[in-house]
């Protein structure tokens, strides 16, 4: 068997008749997979402040919502890895320290899981200090988020993100 730096080439040899199998492998990059959904959470909270990272733990057909918003004339729903990446780094424009904490993990399934985190950061738009708890539910499909609906409270969104409140 003869091993190369640059690929891995393993070298069969059937004495009996001269036959050479040669098998090549390139190696590739490791990829984590989330075996539980309390995992892929817990890489999703602590990831926040890269928005590709965050991306990259959704499935393509993948969702991030905050229905709750809706109340306030605010689309938030994010719908495969490119537009939760921009949904991500939106929201970090605005709120850099933006960054999860306190989170409890309350019920978990085998796909599912449901948790509570909070949030304490500065909005630069307003100045105002926002403090948010939200309640998220997670449902992995393969390794991957296939949907990850939040709710949290939408008067201290208001009053964080409103310059005349």
Same mark, same amino acid.
């Not at 995992?39 to 990259?56: K, N, R």
């Given at each position: 068997?003869?091993?190369?730096?640059?690929?891995?080439?393993?070298?069969?040899?059937?004495?009996?008749?001269?036959?050479?199998?040669?098998?090549?492998?390139?190696?590739?990059?490791?990829?984590?997979?989330?075996?539980?959904?309390?995992?892929?959470?817990?890489?999703?909270?602590?990831? %926040?402040?890269?928005?590709?990272?965050?991306?990259?733990?959704?499935?393509?057909?993948?969702?991030?919502?905050?229905?709750?918003?809706?109340?306030?004339?605010?689309?938030?729903?994010?719908?495969?890895?490119?537009?939760?990446?921009?949904? %991500?780094?939106?929201?970090?424009?605005?709120?850099?320290?933006?960054?999860?904490?306190?989170?409890?993990?309350?019920?978990?399934?085998?796909?599912?899981?449901?948790?509570?985190?909070?949030?304490?950061?500065?909005?630069?738009?307003?100045?105002?200090?926002?403090?948010?708890?939200?309640?998220?539910?997670?449902?992995?499909?393969?390794?991957?988020?296939?949907?990850?609906?939040?709710?949290?409270?939408?008067?201290?969104?208001?009053?964080?993100?409103?310059?005349?409140?």
């Amino acid at each position: 068997m003869q091993v190369d730096k640059e690929e891995r080439c393993i070298d069969f040899k059937d004495k009996g008749c001269g036959l050479t199998y040669r098998q090549r492998h390139k190696p590739q990059p490791k990829k984590t997979v989330m075996k539980t959904p309390t995992q892929l959470l817990q890489a999703y909270l602590s990831e %926040i402040q890269d928005p590709a990272a965050v991306a990259a733990l959704f499935a393509e057909d993948g969702i991030l919502e905050l229905p709750a918003l809706s109340s306030m004339g605010i689309d938030a729903r994010a719908q495969g890895p490119a537009a939760i990446e921009k949904f %991500i780094a939106g929201l970090l424009t605005n709120v850099p320290d933006f960054r999860f904490k306190n989170v409890q993990i309350l019920i978990e399934t085998a796909d599912q899981v449901f948790a509570e985190y909070s949030i304490e950061a500065k909005v630069l738009s307003t100045g105002k200090l926002y403090r948010q708890t939200y309640a998220g539910r997670l449902v992995m499909r393969e390794g991957k988020i296939k949907l990850l609906r939040e709710s949290l409270d939408t008067l201290a969104a208001y009053r964080a993100f409103s310059k005349d409140v």
